[in-house]
């Protein structure tokens, strides 16, 4: 007998990010959540604050702003002002590196207004200053009530963690591999310092954890691993993933394969966006990996055939991607008037082969006729050839039954 088995989630805690109404809670067996970082100059708060609202709107529901300088440190409450002015109630983080210790001291208005803050326990200062600088950190989000994620990289692991360990590892009588001893030392860094800010205060519930690297395999072993042995909620992303398809794949490659093993409270996708390259793929590529899973809806699906030779006109196509922008265009007024529209189908197949068949699968199906039929599309409603359209206007047509299929099916 084959069974689809529902996906079961690893246990970890509950960390609430954001403030009274607003909040996202990660973990604790929480619907995954999708988020994303901005890649404006912080201090820049304006736009700042503009690609975060872009962000948001397209589903991020937490985002992620450098505060690299203190010009950045200074931008930060009034990018808070402004999203509060443009009802944009999305939680902020923080990402630090190098001098977070002094940034959050010096500008207490910056550390209030920011929801989480990231710490890479790899650049918090030089080998003398590291624990001094970690705790002054840890000691900023006691007092502000913010939680942290603890965000190991390979790019930049705690190169002295890493020396001790390579030393132990010499003088074993079967030294570990050095891939292996790479996850280890991602894997100690992260937990370690987990571990630390508990003895520092930190309640445990405010403590979230990655350990990045930028190659799938490499990703997949390393969660594996420290999901066994960590009850903290997990970040998940391919770290420098890359640029168009490459990054989108490789991302999803490493993500489906953790996240149908229950691993990953919150999700990322990194991609490398091309020169005035639209910010918000990311999001839609984060939010179509969890959709295809079945793990969350987000907004109706499209199931669109390849086409071939069968249909060599271009209408097919076009009916598709016009139907896709369409539902994805609707989905901010849908999703507050509309219950469960997210997880309508709409199929929009190219002929007669698998058109029918598909279409009476989806909630709202259409087949254009291929090469050689007759002129006419059936559509299907529930399973139901309702009607034919012809003609020139097949498009405003179609696009008219979606809109009152949803205003009857969906209505709260
Ligand atoms: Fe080709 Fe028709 Fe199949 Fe689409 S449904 S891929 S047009 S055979």
């Not at 209408?315 to 849908?334: C, G, H, K, S, T």
């Not at 006729?369 to 599309?377: F, H, L, N, R, W």
Request: hydrophobic content about 40%.
């Amino acid at each position: 007998m084959i069974v689809n088995k529902p996906l079961v989630r690893k246990h970890t805690h509950e960390v609430i990010v954001g403030w009274n109404g607003h909040e996202v809670k990660v973990g604790g067996g929480n619907p995954v959540v999708v988020q994303s970082m901005t890649n404006t100059d912080t201090a820049d708060a304006l736009n700042t604050a503009l690609q975060v609202k872009a962000l948001y709107l397209a589903g991020s529901e937490v985002v992620r702003i450098t505060v690299n300088n203190e010009e950045a440190a200074k931008a930060v409450p009034y990018i808070r002002e402004q999203l509060d002015k443009m009802r944009i109630p999305v939680p902020l983080v923080g990402d630090f590196h190098y001098n977070g210790h002094l940034l959050l001291q010096k500008f207490p208005d910056c550390a209030r207004s920011l929801s989480k803050y990231r710490i890479n326990p790899g650049n918090v200062g030089s080998a003398r200053s590291r624990d001094d600088n970690y705790a002054s950190m840890i000691e900023m989000a006691i007092q502000h009530d913010k939680p942290v994620r603890i965000g190991v990289n390979w790019g930049s692991l705690d190169q002295s963690l890493l020396a001790r360990m390579m030393d132990e590892n010499a003088q074993l009588a079967d030294p570990l591999p050095p891939e292996q001893l790479m996850y280890q030392a991602l894997i100690e860094s992260a937990l370690s310092s987990a571990y630390k800010a508990i003895e520092l205060g930190l309640p445990e519930n405010k403590i979230l954890l990655s350990c990045k690297v930028s190659q799938v395999q490499d990703l997949i072993a390393v969660y594996r691993e420290l999901s066994k042995r960590s009850p903290f909620p997990l970040h998940l992303g391919l770290t420098e993933a890359g640029m168009g398809s490459k990054g989108i794949v490789a991302s999803t490659a490493a993500l489906a394969v953790l996240l149908q093993e229950g691993i990953g409270d919150t999700i990322r996708i990194s991609l490398t966006p091309e020169p005035n390259g639209d910010r918000t793929k990311e999001v839609i590529v984060a939010q179509e990996i969890l959709q295809s899973m079945g793990l969350r809806a987000f907004t109706p699906q499209v199931i669109a055939c390849p086409g071939c030779g069968r249909t060599t006109s271009t209408v097919f196509q076009e009916l598709a991607q016009q139907i896709q922008n369409y539902l994805r265009d609707q989905m901010p007024v849908w999703k507050n008037q509309f219950s469960g529209v997210e997880e309508m189908k709409v199929a929009v197949m190219g002929c007669v082969v698998n058109g029918p068949g598909e279409s009476k699968h989806a909630d709202i199906g259409i087949s254009l006729p291929g090469t050689g039929e007759a002129p006419s599309a059936p559509v299907f409603l529930d399973g139901k050839r309702v009607t034919t359209l012809k003609g020139e206007r097949i498009a405003e047509e179609f696009q008219a039954i979606v809109q009152r299929y949803v205003e009857q099916r969906y209505v709260k």
